[in-house]
């Protein structure tokens, strides 16, 4: 069942229509049923979740049978920035992502965020999808502040993703709809991963084998899941975040989330014009390389890669 979450009015006799899909199970609810909502589209230029959404559902529809609760998927929180590839809310220049909770009596903005977290609240979990930007590739990670960490982290190993990053608070904003959601109680776990407008297909699988796990988890699914990867757990680990010095091209040495040694050659900035390679950039540390850049022009202090501290024994 498709429902409209949210509708407002927009110049021109149109609306903004926030819709999501209901999946209930085939016998008739009886009250006790557990919800999950999966949730994406908030910024309008990334599209991982798109395809997650899409074989959410073709699941579910091909094996409803086996579905013991509520599953509502948003595939398109800012309808309108997708529509237009644009990151924030087109014509506000606004991010979707900094007006939660919202207000009911404020602007038109607030009043939608408010009615999205009207409408998640009561679920056991919500998973919050997004996507890197154009500039670089992000593996499936969970992102969770440390004011969550114990409510979050058990939860998150059920996603089957490669790596939960655990943040401190103090880089917390609280204009998030993850934060005002774990604020009201709704669990809530911030997937990012690919990279930005595009669909990475292999990512996208791996996290619809994850949330179905997590629903058998909720008993929410009863069919079979697959047994979700090990992720590796970031708490106290340093990560290494290495910018360019100049600019020019980026030509990357190593593969994305693999192991590399303290001054391990992790690519090259070349000037295509004189030939010369204008920066050699080096691995600070051992650990493994879980962001890396994807789109090769790079100016100063562009954000080449992200690097956790961590040795290879401990990856085994």
């Not at 899909?21 to 085939?26: H, L, W």
């Not at 644009?86 to 009911?104: A, E, H, K, Q, Y």
């Not at 690919?194 to 699914?221: A, H, N, P, S």
């Not at 295509?272 to 790079?298: A, H, Q, W």
Request: glycine share 8%; hydrophobic share 40%; charged share 20%.
């Amino acid at each position: 069942m498709i429902e409209t979450v949210v509708s407002v009015g927009l110049p021109i006799d149109e609306n903004l229509n926030i819709k999501k899909k209901r999946v209930t199970p085939a016998r008739p609810l009886d009250g006790s049923e557990k919800r999950i909502s999966v949730v994406t589209g908030i910024h309008g230029d990334e599209l991982e979740g798109q395809y997650v959404c899409y074989q959410l559902l073709k699941r579910l529809n091909d094996n409803i049978e086996k579905l013991n609760g509520i599953v509502d998927i948003y595939p398109a929180m800012n309808p309108l920035g997708i529509d237009s590839i644009t990151r924030g809310i087109p014509g506000f220049d606004l991010d979707m992502n900094r007006i939660f909770p919202g207000n009911s009596d404020g602007s038109m903005t607030e009043y939608i965020a408010s009615k999205i977290i009207e409408d998640i609240s009561g679920s056991a979990a919500c998973v919050d999808i997004h996507a890197s930007n154009i500039y670089l590739r992000e593996i499936p990670q969970i992102r969770i502040n440390e004011i969550s960490y114990k409510t979050l982290v058990p939860l998150a190993k059920f996603l089957n993703v490669d790596f939960i990053w655990v943040h401190s608070a103090a880089t917390v904003l609280e204009s998030t709809l993850a934060y005002s959601l774990n604020d009201i109680g709704v669990p809530t776990l911030v997937v990012e991963m690919g990279v930005g407008m595009r669909i990475t297909k292999e990512y996208c699988d791996q996290l619809v084998d994850g949330i179905f796990c997590l629903m058998k988890e909720l008993g929410i699914w009863t069919g079979e899941t697959i047994t979700p990867k090990k992720p590796i757990i970031s708490v106290d680990k340093n990560v290494s975040f290495i910018n360019a010095v100049a600019a020019g091209i980026f030509v990357p040495e190593v593969d994305h989330w693999k192991n590399v040694k303290k001054n391990e050659i992790i690519g090259n900035i070349v000037n295509p014009l004189s030939g010369n390679v204008v920066d050699k950039i080096l691995s600070p540390v051992d650990g493994i390389v879980f962001t890396l850049r994807e789109y090769p022009v790079v100016d100063e202090g562009s954000l080449i890669a992200r690097i956790l501290e961590y040795t290879p024994e401990e990856t085994q």
